[in-house]
């Protein structure tokens, strides 16, 4: 942005976006089944002009409604079905949405049950409109009854990347309840936040408690905000759930919304049913809302008020190569190491390495 001249500045500020937020239900039988539901939709929102394109939270292959309605020790056959249904990180399902997003010449976001080795992960993917995987986040902290399904995320993945559309962030779920995750997001000037949430779950409270967060977080942070639930079928929410008094816990809770910088609905939302919400941004409003308010910006007090972010991935394994000692030859089976004290044979064949430096230093 900084190498822009005035002109291509003020073209930028013109610009205009058309996006596309999914609600469809999941197949509940196969990731193979749930994968053709992404692609179909992929080529229909693009046939609207749409150049992003955002699915719900952990749509492939589905969302484990089971374990908000089930004891857990009930649970144990659908989750080692999710986890033979899960998806790799590269592998053939990110191939394939990855081959049409650049066909299509779009930008998806697409939220994914990731299986890495022994753990399922909340995973939110970012492809690019030339099919490049711009961002792979994991959920910081599962909430209630999804802890007992997924790993935590780390920092690395509270990334603002830059796309054929703009600069977008993404949070899911509940994450938009911890303040300094989004201020994170805001901090890197986000132009397009993606939120994703599971959608028919808990009750119409729950698209309401949606609806204030997303639109709170288009005010804050001054950018769009596009949000995509999901949806299932009557027939799905019996399968899902054995007690038809449970059942009402897998209703509601769809807001599939886009909203603008000033905190209003760009179109009306999609609270039930199954479609595709398609609305056109224009990019300068982010300008006219940071001009009266900037977060990050002239309304900030960086010297007061900060954070802190450690961005670095969380790995189970940390290595270090030590330089080797040089080492003295002979035997050193009669040393001692001080006073009264005879210093260990070497296990290993070699001479112990303290021994000798304390050779060294004696001349």
């Known amino acids: 942005m900084a190498d822009m001249t005035i002109a291509e500045k ?18 509940l039988d196969s990731l193979e089944g749930t994968l053709t539901r992404v692609l179909a939709a992929l080529e229909e929102a693009a046939g609207k002009r749409a150049r992003l394109v955002v699915f719900p939270e952990t749509f492939l292959p589905w969302y484990p409604y089971f374990s908000f309605v089930l004891p ?22 990110t191939e394939a949405v990855s081959a049409s997003a650049r066909r299509l010449g779009v930008v998806v976001v697409l939220g994914v049950n990731e299986r890495d080795h022994g753990s399922l992960y909340n995973t939110q993917l970012v492809f690019d409109a ?15 009854h999804e802890r007992m399904i997924w790993g935590q995320g780390d920092g690395a993945g509270l990334k603002v990347v830059d796309t054929a559309v703009g600069r977008v962030g993404a949070l899911a779920c509940w994450e938009h309840y911890n303040p300094l995750a989004r201020y994170a997001l805001m901090a890197q000037h986000e132009e397009i936040h993606v939120a994703q949430f ?32 999901g949806w299932l079928t009557e027939e799905q929410i019996a399968r899902i759930s054995p007690e038809e008094k449970l059942r009402k816990a897998l209703t509601g809770g769809c807001m599939t919304a886009i909203v603008s910088p000033e905190g209003s609905h760009v179109v ?17 409003l982010i300008t006219k809302r940071k001009r009266m308010m900037d977060s990050v910006g002239h309304y900030a007090r960086p010297e007061l008020l900060s954070l802190n972010l450690d961005d670095r991935p ?16 002979g035997s050193v089976s009669d040393e001692t190491d001080g006073p009264g004290h005879r210093a ?3 296990t290993d064949g070699t001479i112990d390495q303290r021994v000798a430096v304390l050779r060294g230093a004696a001349g």
């Open 268 to 284: 009306p939302p999609l609270t039930s049913g199954e479609g595709i919400l398609i609305a056109d941004l224009d990019m300068g």
């Open 344 to 346: 260990p044979a070497a």
């Open 130 to 144: 030339d099919g490049s995987l711009k961002l792979k986040r994991r959920k910081i902290t599962p909430t209630f």
């Open 198 to 229: 599971p959608g028919s779950l808990v009750g119409p409270i729950f698209a309401e408690q949606i609806e204030v967060t997303i639109r709170h977080h288009a005010l804050e942070s001054g950018c769009f905000v596009v949000n995509a639930t």
């Open 314 to 329: 969380a790995v189970p394994l940390h290595t270090s190569h030590a330089a080797p000692i040089p080492l003295q030859t």
């Open 72 to 93: 857990p020790v009930l649970t144990g056959a659908e989750h080692l079905r999710l986890y033979d249904n899960a998806v790799l990180v590269p592998g053939p399902v």
């Open 10 to 27: 003020r073209s930028a500020e013109k610009r205009v976006v058309r996006v596309g937020a999914v609600q469809i239900a999941p197949s």
